[in-house]
């Protein structure tokens, strides 16, 4: 089974930017799609973007549309979501999770989950 190791998360102020990295082992990120879902406090887990093994990629969260970007480096069998303009309301642990070829907005439709990185938005 794939396992999904998340980096890259901290603290930044409100407008910076963040670079979050999903590392894979155990398999090979060609044949998986890889989610990003985030959840903030006493609130559901959210799903953010989505990448599909062939590379397309979509955006889930309207207010993410134009500040994040999804991408893959099979080579280096890591996904990576770049998140801009950033503001308190993206505060959130996002977490990645792998599920075969194709995306899917539902979260148990997803079976390898990494442990989340913290992103906190604050001045």
């Known amino acids: 089974q794939l396992q999904l190791v998340e980096s890259g998360g901290g603290l930044v102020q409100p407008g910076g930017s963040l670079r979050l990295s999903c590392a894979a082992s155990?398999?090979?990120?060609?044949?998986?799609?890889i989610g990003w879902f985030r959840q903030a406090p006493g609130k559901e887990r959210e799903g953010v973007s989505c990448t599909s093994s062939s590379g397309g990629s979509t955006n889930w969260l309207d207010t993410a549309k134009g500040r994040f970007q999804t991408s893959r480096d099979n080579a280096k069998n890591t996904v990576y979501l770049q998140m801009n303009s950033l503001d308190p309301g993206d505060a959130a642990i996002y977490s990645c999770a792998a599920r075969s070829h194709l995306c899917s907005y539902y979260v148990y439709e997803f079976d390898s989950w990494g442990q989340g990185t913290q992103v906190t938005v604050s001045s």
């Open positions: 155990g398999g090979s990120l060609d044949s998986y799609a």
